[in-house]
């Protein structure tokens, strides 16, 4: 509950922010990691806050590219013994949470759009949990950008092939979806969607 509390206070006041998530283990000269402070620094350029996991890798070129923007720039730490918190976020808005499900609440709850470059376990759970809230309907509908089409097309294919043809989930719920590979198409993607929407929480 304490880390509820301390989320939303923190939080409460941002302006309309973006997710962004990825793999931790991305290095610097990853062109990953370039494409992602590419894609946070145009987001930020746009007036958008920028919210990651904290930690290194995609996240910390994230908040990297926020911060090179000089906008809101949050880290959303976890207690996790390999993965310490990256130099680029902001000090009033670098949150520690000792929980994944209250740190995916934070993630969802003040984002605009999620825009995930590839990753693993963690990044893969970070985007269902969007996906399962979108088509549910606990959330509104906001953009999900996966950034990388050889990386996701595969899971793409397999969703099509396999989750639709066997009726697990419905063709028009991978209309959530949008797979793109340059930093201006991610830009282009929520620009376009936010045209006549208004920005807010998200439930």
Not at 26 to 32: A, E, G
Not at 96 to 122: E, N, S, T
Request: proline letters at 4%; charged letters at 20%; aromatic letters at 12%.
């Amino acid at each position: 509950m304490g880390e509820f509390v301390n989320g939303f206070e923190h939080m409460g006041n941002l302006g309309p922010c973006i997710s962004i998530f990825g793999s931790a283990r991305t290095k610097d000269d990853n062109p990953n990691y370039i494409l992602g402070t590419e894609i946070a620094k145009k987001l930020a350029l746009k007036g958008y806050g920028i919210i990651t996991g904290g930690g290194p890798g995609i996240m910390e070129a994230a908040n990297k590219g926020a911060k090179d923007a000089n906008v809101i720039s949050v880290g959303l730490n976890i207690e996790l013994p390999f993965e310490q918190p990256n130099q680029f976020i902001d000090t009033s808005h670098n949150l520690k949470f000792q929980y994944f499900f209250v740190r995916k609440v934070m993630f969802v709850k003040y984002a605009q759009a999620f825009v995930v470059l590839p990753g693993g376990i963690g990044t893969l759970d970070e985007l269902f949990e969007a996906l399962t809230l979108v088509q549910t309907k606990k959330i509104k509908k906001i953009p999900i950008i996966l950034v990388d089409t050889k990386f996701w097309g595969g899971l793409i294919d397999w969703m099509k092939k396999t989750l639709v043809n066997e009726s697990m989930i419905n063709i028009e719920d991978l209309d959530y979806i949008h797979l793109v590979d340059r930093s201006d198409e991610v830009v282009e993607k929520i620009d376009y969607f936010y045209k006549t929407a208004h920005f807010s929480p998200n439930f």
